[in-house]
């Protein structure tokens, strides 16, 4: 899970460094050459993209079983005084991108969320972070 600085805008991509054997290199380098992509990244892109789609029962199913939610999932103040005055903390689940808004404190997080599992980034303030940090799991 990467954790990213409230003040920063939302992060749209996510580095990722991979190991490829030279034979796949360059024929990948050939598909480039020949403009069937753009460049590497671009490839790489592709080809992720089109095993996802090719897996989406799976994510689909899982996620469904796993409870979660997929995509953006902001929580807001308020979102959290409900949680609380409901007496039903929060169990985050994120598929994608959760974040907490910054006038949240950190005792109104820790009184809201009962966890924090999320597959992709979590934003929200730093003291916020560090009150939930025995709740937060990758």
């Known amino acids: 899970m990467a954790v990213v ?6 992060p749209d991509t996510e580095k990722v460094t991979v190991n490829i054997g ?4 360059a ?3 050939l598909l480039v050459g020949q403009g069937f992509y753009t ?3 671009d490839f790489v892109r592709t080809a992720v993209r089109n095993l996802l789609r090719e897996q989406v029962a799976s994510i689909n199913q899982t996620a469904s079983r796993e409870r979660f939610v997929m995509g953006l999932q902001r929580y807001s103040r308020s979102d959290l005084e409900r949680a609380v005055a ?4 929060l169990e985050i689940h994120v598929l994608g991108l959760a974040s907490v808004d910054d006038d949240v404190t950190p005792e109104l997080a820790s009184a809201a969320i009962a966890s924090v599992r999320v597959l992709g980034a979590f934003i929200a303030p730093q003291a916020v972070k560090l ?4 709740r937060i799991h990758s």
């Open 5 to 10: 600085d409230i003040k920063t805008k939302f």
């Open 22 to 25: 030279l034979v796949d290199l």
């Open 27 to 29: 024929q990948m380098d």
């Open 39 to 41: 460049n590497r990244t």
């Open 86 to 89: 409901a007496g039903t903390p």
């Open 131 to 134: 009150a939930l940090a025995d």
